[in-house]
Nanobody
Framework: QVQLVQSGGGLVQAGGSLRLSCTAS????????MGWYRQAPGRQRELVAR???????YYAESMKGRFTISRDNAKNTVYLQMNSLKPEDAAVYYC??????????WGQGTQVTVSS
């Protein structure tokens, strides 16, 4: 099992910035992808961004140019820098881990609230 512990998030005004962090521990496989998903009330969980161990990134269209995902492999930590936040970005953000063994694990979730 892989444990994911998230930090960051909170309340910010529209146009502001927040940074999320997620550290993985446990049975980590070298070939893995980490990412961030979010879920707003009444909506399905959606992909925000993901990054491979080699640094290849993917962003959902609405996050491009505002959010940046990065990772520190030595620390098994993934980050999400969120800039120019909008009220519609408010959601619970979840860290995600996937590897080539087929494992998928989730963090505990972090609330992001954006006031208009």
């Amino acid at each position: 099992q892989v444990q994911l512990v998230q930090s960051g998030g909170g309340l910010v005004q529209a146009g502001g910035s927040l940074r999320l962090s997620c550290t993985a521990s446990g049975s980590i496989f070298s070939a893995n992808t980490m990412g961030w998903y979010r879920q707003a009330p009444g909506r399905q969980r959606e992909l925000v961004a993901r990054i491979t161990r080699g640094g290849n990134t993917y962003y959902a269209e609405s996050m491009k140019g505002r959010f940046t995902i990065s990772r520190d492999n030595a620390k098994n930590t993934v980050y999400l820098q969120m800039n120019s936040l909008k009220p519609e970005d408010a959601a619970v953000y979840y860290c995600n881990y996937e590897d080539l063994r087929g494992r998928m694990d989730w963090g505990q979730g972090t609330q992001v609230t954006v006031s208009s």
